[in-house]
């Protein structure tokens, strides 16, 4: 088996194609990873491969030795035979196992903590997915103002001045008056019960309420979906999964802290 086909590569291939190469087999193969012996030979396998085809200088000489042209048909068969006991001779000669190149450790680090960041991924994107839905499910019902309270939102985002108001059916924020018992339209979200907007009749325009749906508070649920979808996509590399998986802790942290504050 020739380097190339160690890699999986053809013989034209590219240093940043036998780069990527190598990175993703050194994962799948790596003994921490597995325990498998054929897995463990074809890690030594790469390892080499990538020693020799990494180097420009030693790939141009690998190439050159493996393209040397074949004897001609009326070489004397002493010299057929004496090539074939060569190749033998090399074939049974014991290759000694090439230093693991320096990527090799943190390989194997990028594999075991994206082992251990995809639960927690995982119950993002079910998080993330189920915000979405009870977003997307919400709708209006008609209800009666039963008690208010004016608050003023300096630990919130939006910094603004509203109104708590109690209906039978849940509270909502506003930045309007409204007097007891007045009939409004709400729409809510069915899972939570969060209000998104409030009118006072189907033919007046909605009043926006203040709730992890709307203004800036958005980012946290949206990164949330983004990072975990981008920790588990599989077409990116290591550092990158890495990376989204590193963001998804903070949106994680900064929704469930959205979810607890809307508790009633």
Do not use: K
Request: hydrophobic content about 45%.
């Amino acid at each position: 088996m020739t380097h190339y086909e160690a890699l999986e590569l053809p013989e034209n291939a590219s240093a940043a194609d036998i780069r990527h190469a190598y990175r993703r087999l050194v994962l799948l193969t790596h003994p921490d990873r597995t325990p498998d012996p054929a897995a463990h030979a074809r890690y030594l396998a790469v390892n080499t491969a990538y020693e020799v085809l990494s180097a420009p200088g030693r790939r141009a000489q690998y190439d050159g030795e493996l393209h040397q042209p074949t004897a001609s048909s009326s070489a004397a068969p002493a010299s057929g035979r004496a090539r074939d006991a060569a190749r033998r001779a090399r074939r049974t000669r014991p290759t000694p196992r090439p230093p693991a190149p320096a990527a090799a450790p943190y390989a194997a680090e990028y594999a075991r903590a994206l082992r251990l960041a995809r639960p927690l991924l995982l119950v993002s994107l079910v998080l993330g997915l189920g915000v979405m839905a009870d977003l997307a499910l919400a709708t209006e019902h008609p209800e009666a103002v039963v008690d208010a309270q004016y608050l003023f939102h300096s630990r919130r985002y939006d910094a603004s001045n509203s109104t708590s108001y109690w209906t039978q059916q849940g509270v909502f924020s506003v930045d309007a008056e409204m007097p007891i018992g007045t009939q409004v339209l709400v729409r809510r979200t069915p899972m939570r019960g969060t209000a998104l907007s409030v009118r006072f009749s189907a033919a007046e325009p909605s009043i926006g309420c203040s709730s992890m749906y709307s203004g800036p508070r958005v980012i946290f649920w949206v990164g949330l979906l983004i990072s975990a979808l981008a920790g588990l996509a599989p077409m990116l590399s290591a550092d990158q999964r890495l990376v989204a998986s590193m963001a998804n802790v903070v949106f994680l942290a900064a929704t469930l802290l959205q979810l607890f504050q809307a508790l009633p």
